[in-house]
């Protein structure tokens, strides 16, 4: 069985890891390796080996830093297929899509190739007589990430890149479901030049998040998760001293009106709603149909949702693969069956879903629930699967209260022809990210990424500019330069 190990200071190690936690193909059910969990000496080893790198990193030139980025992302460029494929192996997503998440994580990576520009600071001449005012960043020290499962390329490269090259040194935390892509990624830090504990690589659970979140050496913490996770990692953190952004759960919207294309608005919502099987952060999974176009929806809806081929993500010709756990395919499936329990109506149903030739795969079929009320479960939680469901609101205004309602602000869209609609909906939802007809609208890297309300806490956003600003801290210094004499003297000093 294969042992997928830490990286700290420049190399793999078991450390002091004595428990392992299994990985497996989500397209078969099998075990396909084992993964160390961090003790509480790991989480000490390797904040230690980035302490001491810093001490360089930090003091080392733009120049040398950018030189590093630019070969980085070279490598990275010659060897996306890998990671792409690692991704699909451990998560299940097809391999379009797995090279579509290290694609949009390289473009973070460009970003921060452009740090000279980004750190430029600013001043002021003569502020008062003689007197004059600059300000200047400059790297916290050592950071962490702490990344979920369903983008292990993407996600960490949202953080570590930005980070990297503000001069911190970096600890990351993969998911223990698919942590292969974060030591390829540490292989190709070391190909490129970085020193030894300027990246590294930590596995475990809550063992380790603890271990991070308590270490008074850790000066700062990026979290995506979950909403509770979210919370207690930002809490805990702040409390002890850290500065801390932390992005949690979603559940994403989209309002397709009556002078919507309703065949583009019913493609764009089933790719939204099934790519990746549906564990998406920003995936659509929610549906308002207003006015009179709800049943018209529905029936285009329903032939694009059949229309989606589902199987290994290896094979070609997989829209969709599994789901990444048995036990996240159960609780997947127990939504659904609450949502038809509580009166909605299981247009396409994806809960027995058999793959041939992969009957213990994880998966779950597309599926459109119709008649959905907000008071439901299959509403109110987050699915992160393949699940669409479909609402309805009378006018523009009653939808948009509806997403105000809810306590996620992560992502929202709408689906018009009309200008004046889609301004009053992006005014008017109280929503981080919108799209007008755009379903998932990610930020590209050189803008921001975070949502509002219960999906995001702390005060920065992730990548771009408010990157920057997260992994660094501003100093401002005055200063004045008394002339002197030209001549020496060799009177007595008066006061005069």
């Given at each position: 069985?294969?042992?997928?190990?830490?990286?700290?200071?420049?190399?793999?190690?078991?450390?002091?890891?004595?428990?392992?936690?299994?990985?497996?193909?989500?397209?078969?059910?099998?075990?396909?390796?084992?993964?160390?969990?961090?003790?509480?000496?790991?989480?000490?080893?390797?904040?230690?080996?980035?302490?001491?790198?810093?001490?360089?990193?930090?003091?080392?030139?733009?120049?040398?830093?950018?030189?590093?980025?630019?070969?980085?992302?070279?490598?990275?460029?010659?060897?996306?297929?890998?990671?792409?494929?690692?991704?699909?192996?451990?998560?299940?997503?097809?391999?379009?899509?797995?090279?579509?998440?290290?694609?949009?994580?390289?473009?973070?990576?460009?970003?921060?190739?452009?740090?000279?520009?980004?750190?430029?600071?600013?001043?002021?001449?003569?502020?008062?007589?003689?007197?004059?005012?600059?300000?200047?960043?400059?790297?916290?020290?050592?950071?962490?990430?702490?990344?979920?499962?369903?983008?292990?390329?993407?996600?960490?490269?949202?953080?570590?890149?930005?980070?990297?090259?503000?001069?911190?040194?970096?600890?990351?935390?993969?998911?223990?479901?698919?942590?292969?892509?974060?030591?390829?990624?540490?292989?190709?830090?070391?190909?490129?030049?970085?020193?030894?504990?300027?990246?590294?690589?930590?596995?475990?659970?809550?063992?380790?998040?603890?271990?991070?979140?308590?270490?008074?050496?850790?000066?700062?913490?990026?979290?995506?998760?979950?909403?509770?996770?979210?919370?207690?990692?930002?809490?805990?953190?702040?409390?002890?001293?850290?500065?801390?952004?932390?992005?949690?759960?979603?559940?994403?919207?989209?309002?397709?009106?009556?002078?919507?294309?309703?065949?583009?608005?019913?493609?764009?919502?089933?790719?939204?709603?099934?790519?990746?099987?549906?564990?998406?952060?920003?995936?659509?999974?929610?549906?308002?149909?207003?006015?009179?176009?709800?049943?018209?929806?529905?029936?285009?809806?329903?032939?694009?949702?059949?229309?989606?081929?589902?199987?290994?993500?290896?094979?070609?010709?997989?829209?969709?693969?599994?789901?990444?756990?048995?036990?996240?395919?159960?609780?997947?499936?127990?939504?659904?069956?609450?949502?038809?329990?509580?009166?909605?109506?299981?247009?396409?149903?994806?809960?027995?879903?058999?793959?041939?030739?992969?009957?213990?795969?994880?998966?779950?079929?597309?599926?459109?629930?119709?008649?959905?009320?907000?008071?439901?479960?299959?509403?109110?939680?987050?699915?992160?699967g393949p699940v669409l469901s479909v609402l309805r609101a009378g006018t523009v205004d009653e939808a948009?209260?509806?997403?105000?309602?809810?306590?996620?602000?992560?992502?929202?869209?709408?689906?018009?022809?009309?200008?004046?609609?889609?301004?009053?909906?992006?005014?008017?939802?109280?929503?981080?990210?919108?799209?007008?007809n755009v379903p998932v609208p990610v930020p590209m890297a050189y803008h921001s990424f975070g949502g509002?309300?219960?999906?995001?806490?702390?005060?920065?956003?992730?990548?771009?500019?408010?990157?920057?600003?997260?992994?660094?801290?501003?100093?401002?210094?005055?200063?004045?330069?008394?002339?002197?004499?030209?001549?020496?003297?060799?009177?007595?000093?008066?006061?005069?």
């Amino acid at each position: 069985m294969r042992t997928i190990q830490h990286w700290i200071d420049g190399a793999e190690t078991r450390g002091d890891s004595t428990r392992v936690a299994a990985v497996f193909d989500p397209a078969t059910g099998e075990q396909q390796a084992e993964v160390l969990l961090a003790e509480q000496a790991d989480v000490d080893r390797v904040v230690a080996a980035a302490a001491a790198a810093f001490e360089d990193w930090s003091q080392s030139s733009l120049s040398r830093r950018t030189g590093i980025l630019f070969a980085f992302r070279e490598i990275l460029h010659r060897r996306k297929d890998e990671v792409a494929a690692a991704i699909t192996d451990e998560h299940g997503k097809v391999l379009s899509d797995a090279a579509g998440e290290v694609q949009r994580g390289l473009e973070v990576v460009e970003f921060a190739c452009g740090i000279p520009q980004l750190l430029k600071g600013e001043y002021s001449d003569q502020v008062s007589t003689g007197v004059d005012s600059y300000s200047f960043r400059q790297p916290l020290g050592v950071v962490a990430g702490i990344t979920p499962f369903n983008f292990p390329a993407m996600v960490p490269m949202w953080m570590f890149p930005v980070a990297i090259a503000c001069g911190n040194t970096f600890v990351l935390k993969p998911s223990e479901r698919d942590p292969s892509a974060a030591v390829l990624l540490a292989e190709m830090w070391a190909e490129a030049g970085l020193p030894p504990g300027v990246f590294n690589v930590l596995h475990g659970d809550k063992v380790a998040v603890d271990g991070l979140l308590d270490h008074p050496d850790v000066a700062a913490v990026s979290f995506v998760g979950s909403t509770p996770i979210a919370q207690y990692v930002h809490e805990r953190g702040t409390r002890s001293g850290k500065r801390v952004q932390a992005l949690g759960g979603a559940k994403n919207h989209a309002i397709v009106l009556p002078d919507a294309d309703l065949e583009f608005a019913a493609d764009h919502l089933a790719a939204a709603a099934y790519g990746s099987a549906g564990e998406r952060c920003m995936a659509i999974s929610a549906t308002i149909a207003v006015g009179s176009v709800g049943d018209e929806l529905i029936d285009v809806l329903d032939r694009r949702s059949r229309a989606v081929r589902v199987g290994p993500g290896r094979e070609p010709g997989s829209d969709m693969g599994p789901i990444v756990t048995q036990a996240s395919r159960d609780r997947i499936v127990s939504l659904i069956t609450s949502g038809e329990e509580s009166g909605a109506k299981v247009v396409v149903d994806g809960r027995d879903l058999v793959v041939p030739g992969h009957e213990n795969g994880f998966f779950v079929g597309p599926t459109l629930v119709d008649q959905v009320s907000p008071e439901m479960e299959v509403y109110r939680e987050e699915v992160f699967g393949p699940v669409l469901s479909v609402l309805r609101a009378g006018t523009v205004d009653e939808a948009i209260d509806l997403i105000n309602a809810n306590p996620y602000g992560n992502g929202t869209a709408i689906f018009t022809s009309h200008g004046g609609a889609a301004r009053k909906f992006a005014r008017g939802v109280e929503v981080g990210m919108i799209g007008i007809n755009v379903p998932v609208p990610v930020p590209m890297a050189y803008h921001s990424f975070g949502g509002w309300k219960n999906s995001l806490f702390g005060e920065h956003h992730v990548h771009g500019p408010d990157g920057v600003r997260f992994y660094t801290r501003a100093k401002v210094v005055t200063q004045r330069w008394p002339e002197l004499e030209r001549d020496a003297s060799f009177d007595m000093p008066t006061a005069r």
